[in-house]
């Protein structure tokens, strides 16, 4: 059993940047995909950025590419989500999930094969 927990979110203006934790305890952490998800207000929940076991492998949605890093610390058991050059429409509850390793280019952005969820950080960008 794996139980996570995000934090980092807050209120930011427009261009501006926050950094995501999400930090897990329970089993080692170090054998899972992590991957960050957000939802906004009446819209579907959607892939931001996945990261592999060992950090080597990084997948990110196109809305996501060149201004979010997805980074982590195996020792820490916590995965990271730096977001820069915020921008209203990244309004949203960010949450991370962990799911198994090996992750193909065809799954690491299903919800459905992350097994353990955290309960979400609020993000807000302000115009």
């Known amino acids: 059993q794996v139980q996570l927990v995000e934090s980092g979110g807050g209120l930011v203006q427009a261009g501006g940047s926050l950094r995501l934790s999400c930090a897990a305890s329970g089993r080692t952490f170090s054998g899972y995909t992590v991957a960050w998800f957000r939802q906004a207000a009446g819209k579907e929940r959607e892939f931001v950025a996945a990261?592999?076991?060992?950090?080597?492998?990084?997948y990110y949605a196109d809305s996501a590419k060149g201004r979010f890093t997805i980074s982590r610390d195996n020792a820490k058991n916590t995965v990271y989500l730096q977001m820069n050059s915020l921008k209203p429409e990244d309004t949203a509850v960010y949450s991370c999930a962990a799911g198994p390793t090996g992750l193909g280019s065809s799954s690491y952005y299903r919800a459905g094969v992350y097994g353990y969820w955290g309960q979400g950080t609020q993000v807000t960008v302000s115009s």
């Open positions: 990261i592999s076991w060992s950090g080597s492998t990084t």
